[in-house]
Structure formats: structure tokens, C-alpha cells
């Protein structure tokens, strides 16, 4: 066994009475089957945390871990800001410790960026921005970033301005290239069908907000300006002392990759909790120009989709890149995270890359996140996440899911608790043999319409016996309109959606989709409305229409409900 402790010595033997410092040292002692004992502390990563197959077997592990002695272990990328000066306005600056961040965090709290609504602002789209006939715009300094929300209704880019220009009387705003001019492309629809939302759309027409400028500032929030960081706490916050000082306790993440493991077998964490990384791709010239989940355009083909018999034609793009994981296991085998905890991240929590299997997330906690919480990608094998919290997640990437599996198989996604999401809460993308069971799904769709708590799309298999199994999971309150509690979308086929109880959604599942879909069977489930008559490749077969207030007199409805969730460990 070996220790680790913020004030120890990596000189010493890394024993008890005398611990390494830092877990580089320790993983470099460590050979296969050795324990290594993290004492509590935040331990500063200046570098990522690195694995390779040579560090194979080693389990990591927070003194005490499952007792109540247990000692809070943090591994930080971030840093805390220190030299302010203050203004009369009480607002702090101080010179940044590395790239500007996205995100910021007081004693622990996430501090909100700064921003300024443009719903009510009449801008004018040109070929690389826009024109207002108002002088207010002129006063935007600072690293200012327009954000689409509903670009599409599943939708939400973001773009950098570039320059603001003008005089008394009209502002010119030059947008970052080549975002906006790819932004225009993508964000591009035409829906011919009679009706109120017939016509042609281009999503940067109207930007919802601004963000990041010292212009924007009110209490509790934040702005860059180059390399200075603009800072105003809440009155009597306790991150605001004397002006003297300066606020304490304020970090700015720095790392963008908290842990790289690769090629990695049997390694285990413990107890441990991540923090303070950030994803820095969106403050460059290229934007987020998302698309759907963690999804966003990575500069390739534009393509056009026509779609309901030609009456909708939406642009998606060619090459789709994922928000990354500021935890990155690639291509590793029995990967173990117990009890762990991610929070303060400013990309994805954790992400399962390349031809790994077995690997297993359990008893963790996901919360305040700006994009996904999980994900687990092409080729991945036999992965399990049970009993886990995730929450207050897509924070700033509001398309981005909870749990997310794509191309995998045989992955097992059991006994969570997915609540306090924007969008999708689980989703599944085409993939063979996913298991979504006994789940707590509720609170999702909070900001973006055109989803579901579960979201399953895509082929899942080649039969039923290999395909998705949706079984015991509890789905409520979806929260925007034109939301399902379970959406089975975009050609899912060979899935199996089994005695799961849905309620207080737009609907409780959707039927007609496009592609349409193809030998997906619900039965046995208990929902609050009646979906309607199957299409053709739609079997419903033994379902119950119940009101949410008769679900407690149920026994059926009452004992899905008491075995959804988290388990007590």
C-alpha cells in the first residue's frame, strides 16, 4: 500500500507516516495490485493525470472510503485567482492564471457568466453579422458571445463577436469567422405544410442572448476581457472581503483533461472527486455550432435532409465531433469509478472512448456540468453505469444529455437517478443489446423542446432478442411543451419498451416518427394518456392508461415505481 498526501514529500517512501505528494509519484511506484491511499485534500493538477497500459491494476483510493471517516479527496485542474483590484463599482479584477475561462466557481458555487437578453433588440442579419439602429451595443467590450438557443428546437449554437463598431445613433457587430458564416448554413429550414410554423428559418436570425462582457455585469457573475477577469460577487457573499484583499476562494478551471487513461486494465477509483476543468473550443473562432446531444459541427460537409414526404427539409452537418470528456478512457478494460463524484467540469464528466469493455460507473454523483454527464462511445463493450445521481448537468451546453451511449453494445444502464436536465435525460443512439432498466428519470426537456427523459434512435439490433429493452423505468415531468417521456425517433427498430410507468409529459411515447419506426413493441406499460393508434411497425400490447393520482393505488404502478432509482449502498 502506498500514501498520498497534499502536504507530503515525493522524496519520501510514500508510506503512512511519511506520503508522496502528488499521485504522478505514486503512480509511478505502483505496480499491479497495490492500493494507493489518498489522505483529504484538493490536490492541484498543474498537467493531466496520466495512464498507460504499464499502470494497469492499481486501485485509487480516498482514505477511509465507505466508512463514515471517509476523507474528502478533490483532484483540481483549476486555479485559484489571487491579486484583485477593486473598483468603486465593486467590481474585482484580477489578471488570469491561464486561458480565459468559460466557467468560474466561489467557495464552490458556480458563479453565472455574465449576460444580457438581445430577444428585444432589432438586429439586422448581414453576410458576417449584424446592424441595430441603437448606439447601446457600442458599449460591449470584452469577449463577447452570442448564443442561439433553439437554433433548432433541439438546438443551441454559440459564436464569438468578433469586432462592435458605430456611432450615436447605430452599432455594426462583425461575428467571428468562420463560425457565423457556417452558423447561417447550418441553422438553415424550410417547412412547406400549412400552418403558424410554416416557412423559412435561418436560426442566427434571432440570437436569444449575449454573454461576457463587463457591460453585462450584476451581482454574482463574471466577464474576460483578454486576460483579465471581471468579477462582482453577491452583496455579503462570502467570497467578497475587504476590498484590500479581494474576493478569496475564487478558481478559474484550467486543465481541459483532468484524467487520460489508455490502453488501461483493472484500475480503480474510489471515493475520489474531479473538479475545475473546462473546454476552451467554443471561445474559438469556430464557435459550438451544436446539433444534437453532445454533438456539434466539426467544419465538414453541410448536407440537406428532406424529410415528411418533402414537406421539411432541415441542414445537418457531415462531421459531427462530441463535446470531450474531461475524464478520457480509451480503449481501457475493467475500468471501475465507485462512489466518485464529477463536478465543476466544463466539457463532458466522463467519457468511455474506442474498443474498451467492462468498465463500470457505480454509486457516483454527476452534478454542475456545462455539458453532458456521461458518455460511452463507438465500439465500446459490455459497460455498466448503476445506481449513480446526475444532475444539474448541460449547464451551458443545453442540448446535452445525461447519459449518453452511442454505437455500443451490451451496455447496461440500471437504477440511476437522471433529474434537473435541459434536454434529453438518458439517451441512446443506434447501437445492439442496450439495457435501459429500473430508472428514475424526471425534471428533463427544462430548456430545449423536441426530446424526452429517454431518447432512443437508430436501429438497435437485428432482432428483437439483440436489441434495446427499455423495462421498469419511471419517466415524469418533462417540462417544456413538444417533449415525450420516452421517444423512440429517427428509425429505431428492434427495441422493447417494457413495464416502465410515464406520466406528466406533452405525451407519455411517440409512434409516428420519420424514418418511421420499425418492430418497436410497448407493452405492459402504465401512462397517463393514450398514445393513439399504432403505424404499421408498432406493436402496443397490454398498456394502462392511469391518472397520475391513481398511480399510488396501483400495486403494479406502485411497485415499478418503489424498485426505480438509486439503491441505498
Known sequence: ???????????GPGTAERPFATLERARDAAGPGTVVELRGGTYRLTDTFRLTAAHSGVVYRAHGHGTPAQEEVVLSGGREIERWSTGDDGTHRAELPGPAPRQLYADGRRVERAATPLTDVPLVRTADGYTV????????????EFVYRGAYPWSEGRCRVAAVTGDAHSTTITMAAPAFARATRL???????????????????????????????????????????????????????????????VVAPVLETLLHAQGVSDVTFQGVTFADATWLRPSTPQGFLHYHGNGYDNGGELNTVTFAEGQGQVTVPGDVAGIPGNLLFEDCRGITLQGCRFTRLGGVGVEFKGAGAHNTVRDGEFVDIAGGGLTIGDGARDHRVENNHVHRIGLDY???PAVLVTGTTATVIAHNEVDDVPHNGIVVYEGRGTHVLNNLVHHTMKVLADGGGIYVSGPQGDSYESGAVLRGNVVRSTITPWNWGIYTDYGAAHVTVEANVVHTSHAPVV????????QVTFTGNIWDADPGEAPDGVVLAANTVLAPSELAEDARASAIIEAAGRRAT
Open 187 to 249: 441553422y438553415h429550414s424550410i417547412l412547406s405544410w400549412e400552418g403558424p410554423d410554416a416557412g423559412e428559418f435561418h436560426g442566427v436570425d434571432a440570437p436569444t442572448s449575449a454573454e461576457n462582457s463587463p457591460a453585462f455585469l450584476t451581482d454574482g457573475t463574471f466577464a474576460t476581457t483578454g486576460t483579465v477577469l471581471h468579477y462582482r460577487p453577491h452583496r455579503g457573499d462570502g467570497a467578497s472581503p475587504s476590498s484590500t484583499e479581494g474576493p478569496k476562494g
Open 133 to 144: 439602429e441603437d448606439a447601446g451595443p457600442g458599449a460591449w467590450t470584452g469577449d463577447v
Open 511 to 518: 409512434l409516428t416518427v420519420w424514418p418511421p419506426l420499425d
Open 398 to 400: 443545453h442540448g446535452s
Open 1 to 11: 500500500m502506498l500514501f498520498v498526501d497534499p502536504a507530503g514529500d515525493d522524496t
